[in-house]
């Protein structure tokens, strides 16, 4: 008799296993829906940087496109990402700035059929460059849109027009 319950509860507890198991492969599958999602969006485009990845869906400072002005480079109808949240950053009409450590600000403009044919990339690195806001300046190009980013200039080829607005950590869009 003891013999019996004992294969019993061994039984019991084989079920209760293979239920477990059945039970946390189920929520692994849910868990791991959403974030391999993410970590498909969180990809960079090929070309750009890692701290770039998923910047479409960033906060993004300005309502419309910024129309193209001959005064200003960077392509056309341009928009400026941030990967930080609105509240973070937005006071009032303004920036809160300094802006913080990690802070990365992307922007794409466009040229002929390519909407993102420029991507222009600002990094605050702690101690990077302290004489321009330690931050790094690298503006990206591409062929089309099957084509990677390459290199097109950066830092000094930068400062200049920036260092106008250093009262607004060199940047120069506000949020709308
Ligand atoms: C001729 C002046 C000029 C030069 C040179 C320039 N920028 Fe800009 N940049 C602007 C202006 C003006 C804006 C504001 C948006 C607009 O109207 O295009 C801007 C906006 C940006 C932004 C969005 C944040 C902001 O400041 O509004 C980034 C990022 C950026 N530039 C990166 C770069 C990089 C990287 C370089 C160098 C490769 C560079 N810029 C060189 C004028 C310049």
């Known amino acids: 008799m003891p013999i019996g319950v004992a ?48 910047f479409e869906d960033w906060f993004r400072l300005n309502d419309r496109p910024i129309a193209d002005s001959p005064d200003t480079p960077h392509g056309t109808a341009k928009n400026v990402y941030m990967n930080r949240d ?6 009032g009409p303004k920036l809160r700035v300094p802006l913080p450590p990690g802070t990365v600000v992307v922007k794409t403009g466009g040229r002929g059929g390519d909407p993102m044919a420029f991507v222009s990339v600002m990094e605050k690195v702690p101690d990077f460059d302290p004489q321009h806001g330690d931050w790094r300046f690298t503006e990206y190009v ?9 290199v097109l200039a950066e830092g000094p080829a930068c400062w200049a027009c920036h260092a106008g607005v250093t009262g607004q950590d060199w940047l120069f869009t506000t949020p709308d």
């Open 86 to 91: 609105r509240d973070e950053v937005v006071d």
């Open 142 to 150: 591409r062929t089309g849109e099957a084509a990677g980013y390459t």
């Open 7 to 54: 294969w019993f509860t061994r039984i019991l507890c084989a079920v209760a296993v293979a239920l477990l198991a059945a039970g946390c492969g189920d929520g692994g599958n849910v868990a791991t829906t959403p974030s391999t999602t993410t970590s498909a969006a969180q990809t960079p485009l090929p070309g750009l940087p890692e701290s770039t990845a998923g």
